[in-house]
């Protein structure tokens, strides 16, 4: 019996040790604005999907070992997710994480400058303008001349000038928000372009890129084959339902920022209204976030006692814009996943530089009764190709001929 | 929820709102604020092709995208403690002092330590007063020391130009005392040799390094520069071992502080006194007698080149006789002649053959030979300073007025063949369907640079309107 109590108790114990913890009670006695400030500002939660691309990145641009900032010379990151993910969370992640382990670094050389930091701006009714990229570059690296009224840096010296300040200051990396803004008003050869910029700023200077946007970066991964290989994709994606493992960390996501809503009761939302919130916020973490931010908002401005259900009704984003970003997110998820016998198809691939469309082999037809392209012209003269040895290759549109099946003989 | 769908997910609580970019966390990592200018690596630090501190300047200016006046006037004029006059600084009292007092920061004054004390706080760099010349020469009054308007070896600016590397201008170039470079054994150049200007030490936007400060030309070798006339071996001779002392001076500095000139003096006095040898160096080394004795006595300081040509003719270096090593001097004393001979001693008179002189004017004249100036005729047959003047003042006065004619004609050569170039550059981006910006015409060109002449940018206005192109269009944002 004294086993079985111990036991029980150590149970106890060991819960509550996994349980997420509770705001500081004392926060009951501030003001609404006090509290609304820190639930919307001050929490941050650090969750598995967050984790991992923060972790990611740092991967890419630092070499692996005890020298954090041995950096990886040259690298462009593309960092893709949903909107309302947590793209600029993770931005302020990977700031304070760089701080921390350039500290040392920093203490030692005054010139040193860890990063920049910057918004990517709308290109408005035009082309993306470097301009718009340079200056606040230059600002956060520490040139005093860019917002000088008198004596500013002229258009034409700021490229050189962007050059000199990354050699200069020696950052560790640019990290640009909402950098689906540089495609914007751009399609093929310029885009290309524009990311041949970058790609010369990193051959030269040695500082490596973040980008960091929306599903439209999409085309930044495959618009050039060479741009395709120098480049490290990572995608943030939101928590998928129909997965287990991810069920399980959204429901403990909910259940930790329940426990930081300053109100006097706690609301079980983990508990009884997961799923609706799951369905408005399709899984991404920034949108439960701002969902949670304005429903408390609402449940304090009318005094009550903790957030119920209404409140989440009244403050909840419209149907009608959760499938936009619902179907936008299904499209754009499908181009991160990779095949199942991905392998295969490439070393395929690299033993028959010809691409070959696989036969269609369906069960219960005869070989006869498939379709037949056409002939050669000539008579009695085979058709070109390869003859077929079985290998079911799967058929990439990418890289077979369309529409066209070639037969033997 | 139920213990099986617990996960670990941390809530982090920040302790301020997340506001301000990094700046605002360097205080809670004890991190010292960042410089205010770039920590720009001093070229050849340490070695006898150290950089100049206006060369420095310059190079910051021109890394930090903006002209180092600029550079002067924003960041370093509001600290000093006449910043009233760099607040609203006057443009042509800014010209005269960067273009002729400014050498002074490269020297020893108030200037020079306000100066450098005030970089390596903006740069946050401490070795940045190791490129004035006290470290080099020691405390000798700069004024007869330095130049006052920076000199250069084309040679050099190609080379570096082809190797990549930056270009900046060393120390040992704003010395009077080297007239040499000592890598290419070629003499230094004062004035651009297409406009004839002397260079500016602090340069003004128009001009890059490796530009003249004036018209913007390239001042390395290549088209526009005269053929260098040969050098005599004595001369190679002297400047080496200028450079030599100077590097030995230079490593002195470095590891006991700037070199004092006071204890040269007095052992030398000494050395004087017990050898008696006043008159003797003074018919060696061509110094007056009554000068020596102002040395030694303190009532005059010499010029570096001076005190070097002393040694440099009674064998002996400033090191030694300032550590009591005498033997040279001694030696020196009693030998006659001297083991060398002195670098500026005045050459013995030599009849000048007159005819010769005559003929080769007039070949000039006529066109048998290459056009040259006065004084380039003067230095071809070795005459005294004036000596063609005097004897043939109207030869003379014919053959300035050709050879200003004729530069005036290698001048407008030199223009018809940009204006060429940019007219061909326009109608070959016209034609490509590219619309022909200034910028775009530049990058065409063999030296972009040359789309700053006026006659340059005239020309391309000229094609465009011809070209029908509206002015909009093509003008540069």
Known sequence: ??????????????????????????????????????????????????????????????????????????????????????????????????????????????????????????????????????????????????????????????????????????????????????????????????????????????????????????????????????????????????????????????????????????????????????????????????????????????????????????????????????????????????????????????????????????????????????????????????DSTGLNLGTDPALSPAGEEQVAG | MKPAERTGIAVRIMKSARSGGWQSKLQELDVPPRSRLYGLKPMNGGTVWSECLTSYINRLGWQHGVSPRTLATQEIGPLLADAEWWRYPSPRLMSVFCTANAMSINGSGNLATSWSALLEQLTSRTDLHLLTAPWWIGDLPMARNLRTSPAWCPACYTEWKQQGLPLYQPLLWMLQAVTICPTHNRRLVERCPFCQGKQAVIVSHKAQSGECTKCAAWLGTGEGISSEEPLDNELMNWQQWVVCMLKELQTTSLSSGVFSWKMFFTSLARAMEQQKGYSQLARLTGIDRRSLYQWVWGAVTPSLELILKFCYVCGTTPMEITTNQWASLEQAIQADPASRPSPHARAPWQRVDVGRCQDFLQAILDGREQILSVRQATLRLKCPGRFLQDHFPLECEQMTQQYKEYRRQQREKYVEGVCEEVCNATITLHTQGISPTRRRVASLLKDPERMRMPEARKTWQVVCQELALQPTRVNDQ
């Open chain 1, 1 to 386: 019996m004294n086993e079985e109590q111990t036991e029980a108790s150590l149970d106890a114990e060991e819960q509550q040790a996994e349980e997420p913890e509770f705001f500081d009670r004392a926060l009951l006695l501030q003001p609404p604005e006090v509290r609304q400030e820190y639930f919307e500002q001050r929490c941050l939660i650090e969750h598995p999907r967050l984790l991992s691309a923060l972790d990611a990145i740092l991967d890419a641009i630092c070499a692996p070992g005890e020298e954090v900032l041995t950096r990886r010379l040259g690298t462009m990151v593309l960092v893709i997710g949903p909107a309302r993910v947590g793209k600029t969370t993770l931005i302020h992640l990977l700031e304070e994480r760089l701080l921390t382990y350039a500290a040392a670094r920093m203490q030692a050389d005054p010139h040193f400058i860890p990063f920049a930091s910057i918004t990517a701006p709308e290109a408005g009714s035009g082309r993306f303008d470097w301009i718009d990229f340079y200056r606040p570059v230059l600002r956060q690296l520490g040139n005093p001349f860019v917002d000088s009224p008198t004596h500013s840096i002229s258009a034409r010296q700021m490229r050189e000038a962007t050059e000199a300040a990354y050699r200069e200051r020696a950052p560790l990396a640019i990290i640009v928000d909402e950098a689906h803004h540089l495609a914007e008003s751009t399609r093929g050869s310029r885009l290309v372009a524009q990311l041949n910029h970058l790609k010369n700023f990193e051959n030269t200077t040695g500082v490596s890129h973040i980008l960091v946007g929306t599903y439209e970066m999409r085309p930044f991964r495959k618009i050039n084959p060479q741009l395709a290989l120098r480049s490290i994709d990572i995608h943030f994606p939101r928590y998928d339902m129909t997965k287990e493992q991810d069920c399980l960390e959204f429901k403990s996501i909910l259940w930790a920022l329940q426990r930081q809503l300053p109100v006097e009761e706690e609301p079980l939302l983990a508990e009884k209204h997961w799923e609706f919130l799951y369905a408005r916020s399709i899984g991404c973490i920034g949108l439960l976030k701002l969902h949670l931010n304005r429903a408390l908002n609402r449940a304090l401005k009318e005094g009550a006692c903790t957030v119920t259900l209404d409140h989440l009704r009244q403050t909840t984003a419209s149907d009608v814009r959760v499938k936009l970003a619902l179907r936008n997110a299904l499209e754009s998820e499908a181009e991160f996943v990779e095949a199942e016998d991905a392998d295969a198809q490439l070393l395929a691939l690299l033993r028959k530089p010809l691409p070959c469309p696989s036969p269609k082999v369906v069960s219960g037809q005869n070989a006869q009764d498939q379709p037949q392209s056409p002939r050669n012209q000539k008579p009695g003269k085979r058709a070109p190709g390869r």
